[in-house]
């Protein structure tokens, strides 16, 4: 049996693929070594996984948000090692997560567009190139972040449509004060901007925030996918809740701009089982 984990900082996604190769799933919370311990993680096993795998699995492959360092990747093994001492477990961030769900064991550029935005030139084994996202401050461009910045700036400001500035009114009663409250001194600010994405989605027929989505995505392929060498000759694929929801816009553009994109999926977590059970057979 092996088991793949798929986390962000809210969720984690997990399939066990059984010896008979059927497969499972099951849904924990998220397992940022930034904001939780190894204690937390064994505990969460214990009540929300355990109960729901027949057996002790061999092998775990783990893809998560945070997990960068040495230090933040043992704090993800001795969570999973509490539980199942024997197990071996390779931890992996999120990046390589959409690389291999994306393209699994092809060439092509993997990218990342939910609250944050990411990507990487992938050469179907390894990631060879990554232009640095930068986080919601100085990057981050085409994200649910990015958007809510470009949304309340112009609200603020004056400078979008009234009618759409009257539905904001209505709908967060929103002033100066509590939107600077929210970005500059409580937490989790990119959260807080990325939560207008929705907003924009529920009203996209409004031609203003078409073009704002359509910019945003111009900027992200501009900054980031058209960066790499021979990007026109490489597929382009996208995985997260922002290029899902607004994939006609994001393919507009990739057309507009000549890039081949492929794959837009919500989840990576359905390709990286497809890419482990390759794996298994070969």
């Known amino acids: 049996m092996i088991i793949i984990a798929e986390s962000g900082s809210t969720k984690t996604d997990w399939r066990i693929i059984n010896p008979d190769e059927s497969i499972d799933q099951a849904k924990t ?7 939780i311990g190894e204690d937390a993680i064994a505990e969460e096993l214990t009540t929300n996984l355990v109960p729901k795998i027949n057996g002790v699995p061999s092998k775990v492959f783990f893809y998560g948000a945070g997990c960068t360092s040495g230090d933040s990747k043992s704090i993800i093994i001795n969570g999973l090692q509490n539980i199942w001492p024997n197990v071996e477990v390779e931890v992996n961030n999120d990046l390589l997560a959409a690389a291999r769900a994306l393209c699994l064991d092809e060439e092509g550029i993997a990218c990342i567009l939910g609250t944050g935005s990411n990507s990487c030139d992938y050469n179907g084994t390894q990631i060879m190139n990554n232009v640095p996202p930068l986080g919601y401050v100085l990057g981050d461009e085409g994200s649910g972040t990015y958007l809510g910045k470009i949304l309340l700036r112009e609200y603020l400001r004056g400078i979008m449509p009234s009618h759409i500035a009257q ?15 929210n970005t500059y001194k409580q937490p989790l600010p990119n959260r807080f901007l990325a939560s207008f994405a929705k907003f924009i989605y529920q009203n996209i027929k409004e031609v203003y925030l078409y073009n704002l ?8 392929f ?6 790499y060498h021979n990007y026109e000759q490489k597929k382009v694929h996208f995985t997260g809740s922002v290029a899902f929801y607004f994939s006609n816009i994001l393919r507009q553009v990739a057309i507009d701009k000549n890039i081949m994109l492929k794959n837009v ?5 359905a390709g ?10 070969r």
């Not at 919370?29 to 904001?35: D, L, R, W, Y």
């Not at 539905?167 to 409250?181: A, C, P, Y």
């Not at 501009?222 to 960066?227: A, T």
């Open 272 to 281: 990286l089982t497809l890419y482990h059970q390759k794996l298994l057979i």
């Open 222 to 227: 501009e900054n980031n996918v058209m960066l």
């Open 29 to 35: 919370i998220g397992f940022n070594p930034f904001h």
């Open 265 to 269: 999926v919500e989840s990576p977590i």
């Open 213 to 220: 989505v359509y910019n945003a995505f111009s900027v992200f």
């Open 167 to 181: 539905k904001i009114d209505k709908r967060f009663g929103l002033s100066i004060e509590s939107v600077l409250n």
